[in-house]
């Protein structure tokens, strides 16, 4: 079957079938998911997830780029240094910026962005904040809702890894310093 848009009823071909939009959206999407041949659909399948892909590179950068800017970069710094009154402090604080910075920032600027994207393209209706913000909340609730626990997992994975990181870095500086104090102290012989 071949799909056309067609605007009048008289431009209509007599043997043509009538499909509302989601009829067809769901023609197309099965004729490309069982589309004989992958890589002649390898863009329709997997074009969102380049996008992504390239998403989370350009967030990396750019987060990496501010935290450096800012002299957050690394937690790597305060373990150097051993500026660790309290390992614990460390941690937390180290939670605090994986949260804003993996979670919020991309969570916040994404939805916006995305939204900004649909209302451009028209693909959605989203309501307006100033002329009906407490729908537009409720749209943006409910989107949060549904995706809860993708969300309470990103957000535990990435507690998990900030207070990973520094108990690990400061293993390895205090391997490091063990190796040099042995050797300084086989040489002082």
């Not at 939009?21 to 004729?31: A, I, P, R």
């Not at 900004?116 to 100033?130: Q, T, V």
């Not at 537009?136 to 949060?144: A, D, H, P």
Request: glycine share 4%; aromatic share 10%; net charge positive.
């Amino acid at each position: 079957m071949i799909i056309h848009t067609v605007v009048g009823e008289k431009n209509l071909p007599p043997n043509a079938v009538k499909m509302t939009e989601e009829e067809v959206l769901k023609h197309q999407t099965n004729l490309v998911n069982k589309w004989r041949y992958s890589s002649d659909v390898f863009f329709l399948k997997n074009g969102h997830y380049i996008a992504a892909g390239f998403t989370a590179l350009g967030s990396f950068i750019i987060t990496k780029h501010i935290l450096k800017k800012i002299k957050l970069y690394r937690v790597l710094n305060n373990v150097l240094v051993m500026k660790m009154d309290c390992p614990l402090c460390l941690q937390l604080r180290n939670s605090l910026y994986q949260i804003i910075t993996g979670v919020m920032y991309p969570s916040v600027t994404g939805t916006i962005l995305i939204s900004l994207s649909a209302i451009i393209n028209k693909s959605m209706d989203i309501p307006s904040l100033k002329n009906d913000h407490k729908r537009f909340f409720q749209f943006y609730k409910n989107i949060f809702k549904s995706g809860a626990l993708k969300f309470h997992g990103i957000i535990t994975g990435h507690v998990l890894l900030a207070l990973f990181l520094p108990y690990m870095q400061s293993l390895e500086l205090q391997n490091i310093m063990d190796i040099v104090r042995m050797a300084e102290s086989s040489n002082n012989q």
